[in-house]
């Protein structure tokens, strides 16, 4: 069984959802309850391939009620697959073993990627109930697997006698993958040490799924209605008109709605007029999770906390960050709690400082008040128009959405790794906004196929992401099927799409991520792509989010919506100018939730306490980040990344990836930027890679040393 359908079952369950209306679907029974007749689980088609193009999904042909009994019957099939490769009475060998693991679960590990990618991407009540269900039926179904100790027997004398073998290095790797993902999933534990891991992880799948439905829950119910137009001075006119519409569809004609996005600072809070508003918003958001009610998340940190704990110590760890981060670049707790000891009080300091033009720019308007959360973008917008007499309102109209796409990010790519594009019409899609297109190579050839959802919606998850519906893989000959995700505000009908400068480089980053799995050379699919350790996976996608100010690329795609007219040097040079901007603040929200990520999973089962908000704010204020015009990026009772599974004990890897993205660019600077000898060599050296040798090592074999931090203090102003 290939890692990519590992990671499924442990991250997946995880993934957060919008709750959307869907009047026509009858609630689906649960996979262990679902009997089909051999007839229609032929005609269901989650159980075969795709007849389409690299494999493609068949959206227009899947139904809610394909899931239940298409899950029921691939882990049928690869229970029997599992079986009959520990019971194969030949001696283990490589092919007989580890390359029949690779091959098997393919059929449950495309209901699996179809089913969790919906999940995130365009949700319903019969998804989310079904979610449910699969949490802990897909957790029992993971630990027959890696509890078996026959099929671990057979793994353990291949590793014995790995030197007779003669395997070339990916194989070699494969075989310790294979290996330390047994160790680290229990293998090795005593009988009963094993029942109580399967309980444990039974409850953890269980509680990181209700933890995303209640932070789900809660964020839809805390969406802001305010009662007049006065009230959102400040707003453009399509913004009220939006914030309007959106009140409309929820039943409240003639009332304005602001829905809440998953992060603690709300992008509207940087134009508000009415403080009073502001601060309605803003106490929405810091509250979710927090204040009783269907969606409160307390109870369940703490619990989730302790089940985590709990595992690590019957695996022999210390706490569930030990256990975590061993698999990691960072390796120890100790590696990631000094980068991040080292960096907090310079970042608080520089906080310190913004904060103190923020309060000066109050009192000389008179304000007479002290600086609060809620004000800080509002005011921090104002000083950047100042100081550099510009503000997002008079970008974003060079920042029309199809040109950024086509004529910014793929053009990029195109000048870099000589790739080419053409949009496909032909191939179906789950939602009528969500566009495909067909990439092909330098040769030719094509390359792979990609999928772009980018705007938002009430039945979609918060924030950007990118995944998978094919990898690429030389085992099984398969090209890569790629989506990324956006949350991007749809404009009323006939208006165009014109993003934020935040916006645009989420679009570019995004896309690094793509590349990656696009770039894919790798044999097995274990190594495909961004199936690297999570404080790597980030660090092409943030070398990606170079090219968004590129000059080259930048006059390509920043052309006025109306007019045409290229974006003003003028323009662009303040934009450059102002790339340290606000940086204290940026760095402290960030090191502030990476601190409280590793305060709670660096705690033993005993040490677990017994009041979730009293420990963060104990928790800010030890690693002395306590400071309250910048509250973390994520509190805890609505931060997804920790305790919905996925970066629990890895929230700091965005920073820790940016140091190889900070020198990366160094390099690429050093070496004449944007071109195509330059973007070769990233490819052949770390792109296409994937985890196929130590990741560490592919970016030596890239930058010809290890990684120094300098390029990244200069970046953040943390020197």
Not at 286 to 303: I, K, W, Y
Not at 467 to 481: E, I, R
């Amino acid at each position: 069984m290939n890692k990519p359908l590992l990671m499924l079952f442990c991250s997946a369950l995880a993934i957060q959802s919008s709750v959307a209306a869907d009047a026509t679907s009858p609630a689906t029974p649960t996979a262990s309850k679902t009997i089909s007749s051999p007839g229609a689980l032929k005609k269901n088609p989650l159980l075969v391939k795709s007849a389409l193009e690299f494999e493609y999904p068949a959206f227009d042909k899947i139904h809610n009620e394909d899931y239940a009994p298409a899950f029921a019957e691939a882990m049928r099939q690869h229970d029997a697959e599992i079986k009959a490769i520990a019971a194969n009475p030949a001696k283990p060998t490589f092919d007989n073993t580890v390359i029949a693991l690779e091959r098997s679960g393919q059929t449950l590990k495309r209901v699996a990627t179809i089913f969790f990618n919906q999940l995130g991407a365009n949700t319903n009540p019969t998804l989310e109930a079904l979610s449910g269900d699969l949490a802990p039926a897909l957790s029992a179904h993971q630990d027959a697997i890696s509890l078996n100790a026959q099929l671990f027997k057979r793994i353990q004398r291949l590793v014995e006698q790995k030197a007779s073998l003669h395997l070339d290095a990916e194989s070699d790797r494969l075989l310790d993958r294979y290996y330390t993902d047994f160790v680290r999933a229990g293998a090795n534990l005593s009988a009963a040490e094993k029942e109580k891991l399967k309980s444990l992880n039974a409850q953890l799948a269980t509680m990181e799924n209700k933890f995303n439905q209640n932070v789900l829950k809660d964020t839809n119910a805390s969406a802001l209605v305010v009662d007049t137009k006065e009230e959102l001075a400040g707003l453009s006119a399509t913004e009220i008109e939006t914030a309007a519409a959106t009140a409309k569809a929820k039943g409240l004609d003639g009332k304005y709605m602001i829905p809440l996005m998953n992060t603690t600072g709300q992008p509207l809070l940087a134009t508000l007029e009415n403080r009073k508003t502001r601060q309605r918003l803003y106490e929405a958001s810091v509250q979710r999770g927090s204040h009783g009610g269907e969606g409160d998340n307390r109870e369940v940190v703490l619990t989730l906390a302790r089940l985590r704990a709990e595992r690590a110590e019957l695996l022999g760890y210390a706490n569930f960050a030990a256990y975590s981060l061993e698999d990691e670049t960072a390796k120890t707790p100790a590696a990631v709690n000094k980068m991040l000891g080292e960096l907090a009080p310079a970042g608080v300091a520089n906080a310190k400082k913004e904060a103190a033009e923020l309060q000066k720019l109050i009192d000389d308007e008179h304000g007479n008040f002290q600086l609060a959360a809620w004000d800080w973008a509002f005011y921090s917008e104002r000083l950047h128009q100042q100081k550099y007499a510009f503000d997002d309102n008079q970008l974003r109209p060079y920042f029309e959405l199809n040109s950024v796409l086509q004529n910014g990010v793929f053009f990029a790519a195109n000048q870099l790794y000589g790739i080419s594009f053409k949009e496909r019409k032909d191939l179906p899609v789950y939602e009528p906004t969500v566009r495909v297109f067909e990439v092909y190579d330098v040769d030719g050839k094509p390359l792979a196929i990609f999928i772009a959802d980018m705007y938002a919606r009430d039945n979609k998850r918060g924030g950007a992401w990118m995944n998978n519906y094919v990898d690429q893989s030389g085992l099984f000959a398969t090209k890569p099927v790629i989506a990324n995700h956006l949350n991007i505000p749809k404009p009323p009908a006939g208006q165009p799409t014109l993003l934020t400068p935040d916006e645009v480089k989420t679009a570019f980053h995004e896309f690094g991520h793509a590349l990656h799995g696009m770039f894919s050379q790798v044999r097995y699919p274990r190594f495909s792509g961004t199936n690297v350790p999570r404080d790597f996976v980030e660090y092409p996608s943030q070398v990606n989010e170079m090219w968004a100010v590129w000059p080259e690329v930048l006059k390509n795609y920043a052309k006025h919506y109306k007019t045409g007219e290229a974006i003003p040097q003028d323009l662009v040079d303040k934009i450059v100018a102002s790339r340290k901007f606000n940086q204290g603040f940026t760095t402290t929200e960030y090191l502030s939730a990476s601190l409280l990520d590793q305060r709670w999973h660096q705690l033993s089962s005993k040490q677990i306490p017994t009041d979730t908000m009293a420990f963060e704010a104990t928790a800010l204020k030890d690693a002395g980040v306590d400071f309250a015009p910048v509250p973390p990026r994520y509190r805890t009772p609505y931060f997804s990344h920790s305790f919905g599974g996925g970066y629990s004990a890895g929230y700091y890897a965005y920073l820790w990836s940016e140091v190889l993205d900070a020198d990366t660019v160094e390099w690429f600077k050093e070496h004449g930027g944007l071109s195509r000898k330059n973007g070769d060599w990233f490819r052949q050296q770390l792109l296409s890679r994937g985890g196929s040798i130590d990741p560490m090592q592919s970016f030596r074999n890239f930058r010809g040393r290890d990684p120094e931090i300098e390029p990244l203090l200069v970046r953040r102003g943390l020197k």
